[in-house]
């Protein structure tokens, strides 16, 4: 498989989890190891436009809180972990199992994707 191929693969895994949050509720964060790229976002197209730009990095899901006083508190929920550069089909390398029903389509595609390519 080319590297182009691999990579709308990837796309498409991270697409479908990023659906599959965001379709639960959750505001999404993407932390590539150093910084956040982007912090509590729901805007789907904004958050896969972040993703990719290094070799690894965590999709982070938060709900709100109620706040007693003027500033938002977050509860982090759970966190999907992206290893690019594989074979594609594998690019969720680990993810809490909280957020597990919530990435079954992700999970379905990416088999779908690997008995496809493999």
């Known amino acids: 498989m080319n590297i182009e191929a691999r990579q709308r693969i990837e796309r498409r895994i991270a697409k479908a989890a990023i659906g599959g949050l965001l ?14 790229a982007l912090r509590r976002s729901r805007d789907a197209k904004a958050i896969a436009a972040v993703m990719g730009a290094t070799d690894e990095e965590s999709l982070l899901a938060y709900r709100p809180n109620p706040a007693t006083d003027a ?3 977050w509860q982090r929920v759970g966190s999907v972990l992206f290893v690019y550069g594989n074979d594609g089909w594998d690019v969720i390398a680990d993810y ?4 597990e029903p919530h990435l079954q389509r992700a999970d379905e595609l990416a088999d779908q994707l690997e008995r496809l390519h493999a």
């Open 23 to 36: 379709d639960a509720g959750f505001f999404l964060s993407v932390y590539d190891g150093e910084e956040f």
């Open 96 to 99: 809490s199992t909280s957020l």
């Open 71 to 73: 500033a938002p508190r």
